[in-house]
């Protein structure tokens, strides 16, 4: 046991890239304290547009991803850092160069030695087809088809749990099971949804009517929610889209 122990910390990280490396929907990456990167897997090389792992290292996230994107991973780097707590499962919304999006779970470990943090490692996962082979798929995607049409409104989720002939942990279990969400990220990933549309749809609407628009009754807190999951303010976002920069 303590020869593996040994083996284990000796390890260099170019095997935990190998782990990582065949998974298309995973981004890997371990970086220092100025937040440059030491190692990332082949699906972050891809999605930097860069061609090669090595030109990648050494660079942080600002000099990596555009604008608010860069922005936003760097800040959430510097919190773990500057904290030494861990940034569990955050639901956001990636903006790619090629003008793609994509849902991901992030999770985020400080790295220590002897009480000082050193760096940070972290995964991305892209958020996956749902199990439709589960076999109480279709009662629970009668719920989850109720929050995303109704995301507009206060979800009682207890309630629709006991229309459907379930506890609610057990909702909260097969939805994380069958969606790899809990139902309020759900609600949160619909709301989004239908505000990046309004933002790019409708020019005129003004981010307090886009926010009571999406069911949020305090424009300020959909702003918050907004920048937390995409980087980026909705003002930002609309102006991003559009090709205009932002404050023209």
Not at 178 to 184: A, K, Q, T, V
Not at 231 to 243: D, E, H
Request: net charge positive; hydrophobic share 45%.
């Amino acid at each position: 046991m303590l020869a593996l122990q040994q083996a284990l910390r000796s390890c260099e990280l170019s095997l935990v890239e190998a782990l990582f490396d065949p998974l298309p929907d995973v981004v890997f990456f371990v970086k220092d304290r100025d937040g440059r990167y030491l190692s990332v897997n082949q699906t972050l090389v891809r999605r930097s547009a860069l061609r090669s792992k090595q030109a990648l290292l050494g660079r942080t996230p600002r000099e990596v991803f555009p604008g608010a994107m860069g922005e936003a991973f760097a800040r959430q780097d510097h919190a773990v850092i500057a904290s030494g707590a861990a940034m569990p499962r955050q639901l956001e919304l990636h903006l790619y160069a090629d003008g793609g999006a994509g849902w991901c779970l992030t999770h985020k470990l400080p790295l220590c030695d002897a009480g000082a943090v050193l760096g940070v490692a972290g995964i991305s996962r892209d958020l996956g087809l749902p199990d439709q082979g589960h076999p109480v798929y279709a009662q629970i995607a009668e719920l989850a088809a109720h929050i995303r049409a109704h995301y507009d409104q206060a979800v009682n989720l207890g309630e629709l749990a006991r229309r459907a002939g379930l506890s609610l942990d057990r909702v909260e279990r097969l939805f994380q099971r069958i969606f790899h969400l809990s139902p309020r990220e759900m609600l949160l990933q619909a709301r989004l949804d239908e505000a990046r549309r309004l933002l790019l749809d409708a020019p005129g609407l003004s981010v307090a009517a886009v926010a009571a628009s999406c069911g949020y009754s305090d424009h300020s807190a959909f702003a918050r929610q907004f920048k937390a999951t995409t980087g980026m303010t909705p003002s930002q976002y609309r102006a991003l889209q559009r090709g205009v920069a932002p404050g023209a």
